[in-house]
């Protein structure tokens, strides 16, 4: 299958580095000690396990299971429990980008609530819709979740680095938004209410995680009551250094949570594939401390007790021809029996929904929605309905298949003002 190309060129926009240097090299491959030793190795997958906790496998004197590396107060919050709107965000690139709101009880379409700066993400919490302005546009536009008035734009900016590049913003429990940004070890964290320039309140840092370009290339980020997980790459000039990780932050003292004490250097969460994507609950958890994990393949972390295991591996992908760039983004089934994996198919952007059976003896991957034009995360399943964004030429629309029918069977498809590119589910 060819490689597409221009997912590279967005892959290097998204992963733009700090040019400036640190002081220390790359922990050696293969292992989880995070502390900065001599020497740098760059590879280009991770190895097919990851390393083990002492802490992880500690059993308990009363049941024998193994104790918590990680003490988590709360789910984690990755989606609303119920969704009633679809934000959007259009974008092709070229044109302005723009986001809209699909109320889904009506499947009416407000459109052009804010402009888009052309490389953006979105966020939600506390009652706000955050646009993202990525590399080059470094800013948080802040939307009221109600009625969408806006208020300044909040630039963003970090001391000694000229393009933060921020990623993903994630909520605490008492409103602040952690701002996760790829070229710095340092995440801000701001007050949304305050006016802009009062509004950067705090800093955590992740530089016990940092190669020696000085930053650990944070992207991903959530929180599960007063723990914030931040994935991180570990890139030196675009290439792996050793594994990808989730660095696990406690919001209360604001220090890194180590999930292996006995191990010298701070430890994170390794995992099995490099480049955490996109995160999403686990449903077979009721406790929500369990997620699943887009990077090569699908991977399920117990963020308790600090371990990763193949949920989907990536071989599974590979024998439905879909590997390196191809996945984009997954929904989870209600019951965690499956997920949807939206795919390049072909060549980019043209892709594909495929369906993914979790927890089976074989499992296997087939494509269920096939023909569709797709550029980033334009999926998202609510109840028994799964939303894609379909940019095909001329023809831009959201599309909805109800997944109690076998096959899965199509309503009718809803305009959209250009290319949807995003798609995320609201309150």
């Known amino acids: 299958m060819l490689r597409p190309t221009l997912p590279v060129l967005l892959l290097l926009s998204a992963c733009h580095t700090n040019t400036g240097h640190g002081t220390g090299d790359s922990a050696e491959a293969g292992t989880t000690d995070m502390s900065e030793s001599t020497g740098e190795t760059s590879q280009t997958s991770a190895p097919t396990t990851a390393p083990t906790s002492t802490d992880a496998t500690t059993d308990t004197a009363t049941t024998g299971d193994p104790a918590p590396v990680i003490e988590l107060d709360a789910p984690c919050a990755l989606g609303p429990t119920t969704a009633t709107r679809l934000a959007i965000l259009t974008n092709n690139l070229m044109d302005p980008a723009s986001v809209h709101v699909l109320d889904l009880a009506s499947n009416k379409l407000t459109p052009d609530i804010a402009p888009a700066p052309a490389d953006s993400a979105l966020a939600w919490g506390d009652g706000k819709l955050v646009i993202i302005g990525r590399f080059g546009f470094n800013s948080l536009d802040i939307l009221d979740g109600d009625t969408w008035a806006a208020k300044p734009t909040l630039m963003v900016s970090v001391d000694g680095v000229a393009d933060p590049n921020p990623q993903a913003l994630a909520f605490g429990p008492d409103g602040r938004a952690h701002l996760t940004a790829f070229a710095s070890a340092q995440l801000p964290v701001y007050d949304l209410d305050l006016p802009a320039a009062e509004a950067k309140v705090d800093a955590l ?81 009721p406790s929500g401390h369990t997620i699943l994990v887009l990077t090569s393949g699908i991977e399920r972390v117990d963020l308790a007790h600090g371990t ?39 060549d980019y952007p043209a892709a594909a929904v495929f369906r993914v059976r979790l927890g089976e003896q074989a499992p296997s991957a087939h494509k269920l929605i096939p023909g569709l034009t797709a550029r980033d995360k334009a999926i998202e399943r609510v109840g028994e309905l799964l939303w894609v964004g379909d940019a095909a ?35």
Do not use: H
């Open 205 to 285: 840092s992740l530089i016990d995680f940092a190669d020696r370009d000085g930053s650990p290339e944070p992207g991903l980020a959530f929180t599960c009551g007063e723990a914030l997980f931040v994935g991180v790459q570990r890139l030196v000039n675009f290439n792996p250094v050793d594994l990808s990780y989730l660095v696990a932050m406690n919001l209360g003292t604001g220090e890194p949570i180590d999930v292996d004490p006995s191990t010298p250097g701070e430890q994170a969460i390794a995992l099995l594939g490099p480049w955490p994507k996109q995160a999403r609950l686990d449903p077979a958890d």
């Open 308 to 346: 990763s295991s193949w949920a989907v591996d990536p071989a599974v992908l590979a024998a439905a021809g879909i590997d390196g760039f191809d996945p984009i983004g997954f929904s989870v089934a209600a019951d965690a029996t499956s997920i949807d994996l939206l795919a390049t198919d072909g």
């Open 393 to 427: 030429t001329d023809n831009p629309r959201l599309r909805s298949f109800d997944l109690s029918e076998d096959p899965p069977v199509e309503a009718d498809p809803i305009a959209t003002p250009g290319d949807p590119y995003l798609l995320l589910a609201i309150p």
